[in-house]
């Protein structure tokens, strides 16, 4: 690649003793912002006290502060590997298509219209940030056809940068707020007024599953939202991730669902995505993909599997409950419900900025910066600190 204002014939050495007179190219590279979570992970691996928690990251952890395995998973990627069968060749750019089958049948229901109709499209995704990002650059090329779509984008609150960024960098620049995981559970009821409230501004549904299966125990019912809108015969895009519930971390496992109003668009939109996948990643792996689908393609395995994401999610809802019951002994100020009212991995404690700094720097309980918290990461060894430290964090003076 030639560089700007040099020729491929240009040939001697520069004063500084650079080969062919070139300066270095990266000198004048601007620092990108560090993303919060960055910061929070630094903190954490400069901290040198002893008691130091780390409730901000995203994977979920066994009562011994451990990331976990799920047995059957274990299992079944231990046959898998000996499995002779499967042989190592490139997958199609939209992935496996028995793992889209059964993607697609966990967030719509086997009996969807949609998927009756032949009204939708999925996508394997190298984890749920790319299926976020493959269904923002599908916005940007179909919302508007006269031109490239810019938005508006709206997106949760409280706010983190970290899906901002996602559709920034897929060009859509105007994003009022952000924030994953948001820790709210919502009920059917408000989902249907949400739902309304979309319909009515005529709003596209752009529906996120970071950790489907771990707020009620079950994928479909934690898919209700999809579904709801589906049966209305809405259109969407939803970003799904089988990492979570799986405990797929190090073989990131995405999906992009695309539900569409007519099957008479779902070749041109299946070739744009092609197009985009193309660029962006080529292809996704397989080997996460294959376990996912072992697993929702044969009963055993499924009620195995059902039976030790339940567990999950009642550990989960203990440590939720005994938390509230702490701040409450404590005589923590304010009403704690919220943290049984919510479900699933993460959860929102309503801290705010000043309270999460005091227990980062003064007590090195270290949250997501807008309050939000990995409920797994609370064990017996550090609950009663957690609570004495939230107790503090709003009885203290800042």
């Keep these: 690649m030639s560089r700007p204002g040099s020729s491929p014939d240009e040939k001697g050495v520069s004063q500084n003793g650079d080969p ?30 002893a008691r130091k928690v780390d409730l901000a990251g995203r994977e979920y952890y066994s009562e011994e502060g451990k990331p976990f395995e799920l ?10 590997s000996t499995d002779p069968t499967l042989h190592p060749e490139y997958p199609s750019s939209l992935g496996l298509r028995e793992f889209t089958r059964k ?39 179909w919302y508007d056809l006269s031109a490239d779509w810019c938005g508006p984008v709206y997106l949760s609150s409280p706010c983190d940068d970290s899906l901002a960024g996602i559709f920034q960098a897929a060009g859509i620049q105007e994003i009022p707020s952000a924030h994953y995981p948001t820790g709210a559970d919502l009920s059917q009821s408000q989902w249907a007024v949400i739902t309304r409230l979309i319909t009515s501004r005529r709003l596209f549904p752009f529906l996120l599953l970071p950790t489907q299966a771990l707020c009620c125990g079950d994928m479909e019912r934690d898919a209700w939202p999809v579904q709801h809108c589906a049966s209305l015969g809405m259109e969407l ?97 304010g009403r704690w419900d919220h943290l049984t009212q919510q479900g699933g991995l993460f959860c929102c404690t309503g801290l705010n900025g000043e309270q999460v700094e005091f227990l980062s720097n003064r007590r090195r309980v270290y949250l997501l910066p807008g309050g939000c918290l990995n409920v797994s990461a609370i064990n017996c060894r550090n609950l009663d600190y957690i609570a004495e430290s939230i107790h503090l964090a709003l009885t203290s003076s800042l």
């Excluded at 007179?21 to 691996?45: D, H, I, K, M």
């Excluded at 047995?71 to 231990?78: D, E, P």
């Excluded at 996948?277 to 292809?283: D, I, M, P």
């Excluded at 994401?309 to 440590?319: D, T």
Aim: glycine share 8%; with cysteine; proline share 4%.
């Design 20 to 49: 062919g007179g070139q300066c270095p190219l990266f000198t004048n590279t601007l620092n990108a912002p560090v993303s919060p979570e960055t910061r929070l992970l630094s903190a954490f691996a400069r901290d040198t006290q």
């Design 103 to 141: 993607a697609t049948e966990v967030a719509l229901g086997k009996h969807s219209r949609a998927i009756v109709e032949n009204q939708v499209l999925g996508v394997q995704t190298p984890g749920f940030t790319a299926a976020v990002r493959l269904g923002a650059e599908l916005l940007r090329c």
């Design 237 to 333: 895009l939803c970003a799904q991730s089988f990492s979570h519930c799986f405990g797929l971390y190090g073989e990131a496992v995405g999906h992009l669902l695309c539900v569409l109003k007519q099957n008479s668009v779902l070749l041109p939109v299946q070739s744009q995505a092609d197009k985009i996948v193309r660029s962006l990643w080529a292809r996704p792996s397989v080997g996460g993909a294959h376990v996912v689908t072992t697993v929702l393609s044969n009963s055993a395995h499924l009620v195995e599997w059902q039976g030790e994401v339940k567990h999950i999610v009642e550990r989960c809802m203990l440590i939720r409950a005994i938390l509230r019951e702490k701040l409450r002994l404590l005589g923590t100020p």
């Design 71 to 80: 047995r059957l998973v274990g299992k079944i990627k231990q046959q898998l």
